[in-house]
């Protein structure tokens, strides 16, 4: 078995896996970075600024998805005018004409991604993409399909603010292992790193916050899929701040664990890309995209 050491952010430290033959070592790939968006004008383009300043291992390059689920603020304008002042960052902008959820939004961004792998990054500063490449190389080293950061282990810097928040996160997480069989410490974590051809293989069907039990159900069920957990930081935000999660919505989260034990997983391998680093998407796949208005 060959051993590789694999080439790090300038930030972070040096890593040594032993390689696999499945190993994508010295093979450029292309990262898809899909944010929905909903009234994040105060932080837009402070998120676009961080993944534009981020260089990711193995020379792998950056597709960025933004997915304004039509919002009433500044959101819009500002995304277009920092699209028009940062011409090198490439950036796919899709506008939702009626507000649907932010699962539809990051059903929309799937269905556009022509990347390699695939990540979700929610529009707030709650989450660092510098941390990208920890979630990239359990993937590139060929030991996972997807890798789940976890926001309660691994000694990042964690902010601490509300008693009940991470209380409910482990309770839904729990009640998930004991459905999925996993061993997860953060099922509801925003960061989920898949290769491209695994997610594009889901048949997604939530369009709000139940979007996570449902994936992370569906993915657990996918025949000899390799998932890891990484830890990450977490920089959480109050809802003066903006956080829009509640407890009605960890209820749902609850019911939807429990739902998708009982519901046919419609697992079907997607493609890999093809040499232009895009997707043939059956019409099956097509006709689950919610409707869009690319800008």
């Not at 004409?97 to 022509?114: E, F, P, R, S, Y």
């Not at 701040?241 to 739902?259: C, H, N, S, T």
């Amino acid at each position: 078995m060959c051993e590789i050491l694999i080439r790090p952010d300038r930030r972070d430290y040096f890593l040594f896996i032993p390689g696999t033959h499945q190993s994508l070592e010295n093979k450029a790939g292309k990262l898809s970075i899909v944010i929905p968006a909903y009234n994040e004008e105060n932080t837009i383009l402070s998120i676009l600024d961080r993944i534009n300043q981020v260089r990711l291992i193995n020379e792998i390059v950056k597709e960025v998805i933004v997915v304004n689920d039509c919002s009433r603020d500044k959101t819009d304008r500002l995304i277009k005018e920092y699209m028009a002042d940062t011409p090198e960052m490439y950036i796919q902008y899709i506008l939702h004409t009626v507000n649907q959820g932010k699962g539809a939004a990051i059903h929309t961004g799937i269905a556009h991604v022509t990347g390699d792998y695939l990540i979700i990054q929610d529009a707030d500063l709650e989450y660092d993409p510098r941390e990208y490449n920890t979630l990239l190389k359990p993937i590139v080293e060929g030991h996972a399909d997807v890798v789940f950061g976890t926001r309660f282990f691994g000694g990042k810097p964690h902010r601490i603010l509300f008693f009940w928040h991470p209380i409910g996160n482990r309770l839904l997480t729990f009640f998930s292992n004991i459905f999925t069989g996993l061993n997860l410490t953060d099922m509801e974590t925003c960061y989920k790193l898949f290769r491209a051809d695994i997610l594009k293989g889901l048949r997604l069907t939530e369009k709000r916050f139940g979007f996570e039990p449902e994936i992370t159900a569906k993915t657990a069920r996918i025949p000899g899929v390799r998932i890891y957990e990484v830890g990450i930081s977490y920089y959480g935000r109050t809802f003066q701040e903006g956080k829009k999660i509640g407890w009605k919505d960890r209820l749902r989260a609850l019911y939807r664990i429990i739902k998708y034990k009982f519901i046919k997983n419609e697992y079907r391998p997607a493609k890999r890309p093809t040499g232009d680093g895009t997707y043939n998407l059956t019409t099956s796949e097509r006709s689950t995209a919610p409707e869009s208005m690319d800008v």
